[in-house]
């Protein structure tokens, strides 16, 4: 980050907090979340798109062999696991010792990890106008160090932890009987993580837990505070809320066991993610909410079918040319951030910070990866990129500062507070740098292969989300 851009993002802090204190800053905060890409991988097409990128062009192997990034199709046909067994192996030996799959009729290459997404064909042109129109983060990690079950958690959460005050944390995607959270099979079982990286020093457990989350502070403001999970299926490991049992209460209906709670029918829209775009176009955008993909549209390799650049830039779209709500303009009271929920195997070449000491919170399993994260607003300002450090608790800090709340996490011991508070902490960024509320900018719409129609006139995905 140069000196300019470092000096007129501490200015439009500045502003921003100042604006702060006097009410509300957004009345609307869309949280988008794709699947498994890294910084490298995403936009190593172009790893000088604008100054100040952080992208790398090659990296060292396990036997410190330095290997170019070459590139693969965005739907290309094999998946890298990320498990925290494989982030463990990427960390302490090299992205090449992390294991692939290799589907039948599918030439997977070598050093598979160490590629970027091919964008001879502008298959990934929408977010790199996403990001040099807006915001753009070089160091944003995925909170975790694992695969999406428990990413999403933290996304929706701040924690993967089974209960409020404990050490342990939810590690991997569920196994056992089909599905996630308490709706899922009667052998679902998650693997526990504690704070010196252990999964085995205890029983892995149900994928059905019970603490706060953002949604419930959402609830409880003092002028409750709407919000809105647009998801793709009722028990998908990307659903967060279906594994918090007392937004999902878990009963039998006609045999099968679903979710009944009032937090979940009002707020959780599983028939469709695409009910977004109609929200907007019906003036019934909630202040918050989440936008979760179906598999074909979410980025994840060996699953999707190459639309998720145009269905990021058809959310970004539908909310920069929404008709007058009320009299006012989504697109100046919004702000967007388009993250991804885990690095998906891809090589890296910044390291994560580890919390080690089995004494802080997170210890044993935060941070991951980095992620790409792109900021959206009318007062996002082309060219702003940032070299402060985020995470998934930063998006959950922003809000909370945004409509005046308090963490998620019980007490007052930064043990027991959650990824939102850590964000918060002395060395941390503030999200708040990507907007310069003095001056909107006016909305130009990102062109992509498929429009907002198309979303909302697709047949349901029968794509369910990866379970590696």
């Known amino acids: 980050m140069t000196r300019r851009t470092a000096a007129v993002l501490t200015a439009a802090a500045m502003v921003w907090a100042a604006s702060a ?187 059905c837990f019970d603490h706060q989350t953002l949604g419930d502070l959402l609830d409880a403001a003092a002028t409750p505070i709407g919000w809105r999970y647009y998801s793709p299926g009722d028990t998908s490991i990307w659903t967060a809320p279906n594994a918090i049992r007392h937004i999902c209460l878990p009963a039998m209906v006609g045999g099968v066991r679903e979710c009944t709670g009032s937090d979940w029918v009002r707020d959780v829209v599983t028939s469709s993610p695409s009910q977004v775009l109609t929200d907007i176009g019906a003036c019934t955008l909630q202040p918050v909410s989440w936008v979760i993909p179906t598999g074909e549209e979410s980025d994840h390799a060996g699953i ?35 993250t991804w929920d885990d690095w998906g195997g891809w090589f890296d070449h910044v390291p994560p910070f580890k919390v080690t000491s089995p004494y802080k919170w997170g210890a044993g399993y935060t941070y991951g990866f980095r992620v790409p994260l792109l900021v959206v607003s009318a007062y996002t300002h082309p060219g702003q990129v940032s070299n402060a450090i985020f995470d998934f608790g930063s998006i959950l800090a922003f809000i909370e500062k945004n409509f005046g709340l308090g963490f998620i996490g019980p007490g007052t011991s930064t043990l027991t507070r959650y990824a939102d508070y850590q964000a918060t902490l002395p060395g941390r960024g503030d999200l708040s740098v990507f907007f310069t509320l003095t001056r909107a900018k006016k909305f130009s719409p990102i062109a992509s292969a498929l429009t907002t129609r198309d979303f909302i006139n697709a047949p349901k995905s029968v794509v369910g989300p990866d379970d590696d």
Not at 317 to 322: D, K, L, Y
Request: with cysteine; proline share 7%.
């Open 21 to 207: 204190r006097a009410g509300t800053i957004f009345k609307h905060i869309i949280v988008v979340v794709q699947e498994n890409r890294t910084p490298d991988n995403l936009f190593g097409s172009n790893p000088t798109f604008e100054p100040g990128v952080d992208i790398a062009t090659s990296g060292p192997t396990s036997t410190g062999r330095m290997v170019t990034l070459t590139p693969v199709a965005l739907n290309g046909c094999y998946d890298i696991s990320h498990s925290h067994a494989s982030f463990e192996d990427a960390y302490t030996k090299g992205f090449d010792t992390e294991p692939h799959n290799s589907p039948k009729g599918c030439t997977v290459p070598s050093f598979p990890q160490y590629k970027y997404v091919d964008n001879s064909t502008g298959a990934v042109q929408p977010y790199f106008d996403i990001a040099t129109a807006n915001g753009f983060a070089n160091r944003m990690f995925q909170t975790n160090q694992g695969p999406s079950f428990p990413a999403h958690q933290f996304l929706f959460g701040g924690t993967s932890a089974p209960v409020a005050s404990t050490g342990l944390l939810a590690a991997e995607n569920p196994t056992g009987e089909a599905g996630a959270g308490c709706t899922a099979g009667d052998t679902a079982l998650v693997a526990l993580i504690d704070a010196v990286g252990s999964e085995t020093s205890h029983q892995a457990i149900y994928p």
């Open 304 to 338: 999707n079918n190459g639309s998720g650049p145009s269905w990021v830039a058809s959310v970004v779209n539908a909310v920069g040319s929404a008709a007058l709500c009320n009299g006012e303009s989504y697109w100046k009271d919004t702000a967007i951030f388009v």
